[in-house]
């Protein structure tokens, strides 16, 4: 981490619950990406940090492992 980050304030920050950094990680990028965004990619955007703040990475499947069943059932084919 850069020497432009202060320490105490990212101590402060990683103390919080997951939650409420998210919701300040939010905040930020707003109030620096937004700008430059019309309304609509703002809005996709929006909609897609909370289908991922809402995903259930348990579900998730390694790439690997979904790469090794495909080619198990080319085999079987």
């Known amino acids: 981490m850069g ?8 101590e402060q920050v990683m103390r ?4 409420t950094r998210l ?9 620096v990406v937004e700008e430059h965004l019309t309304p609509e990619l703002s809005e996709l955007l929006d909609e897609r940090v909370a289908d991922d703040d809402a995903a259930n990475r348990e579900e998730y ?4 492992d979904d790469e090794r069943d495909v080619r ?6």
């Open 3 to 10: 020497d432009m980050v202060d320490r105490a304030l990212l």
């Open 16 to 19: 919080l619950d997951e939650e």
């Open 23 to 31: 919701e300040l990680r939010d905040a930020i990028e707003a109030s």
């Open 61 to 64: 499947v390694a790439l690997e």
């Open 72 to 77: 198990s059932r080319r085999r079987i084919a």
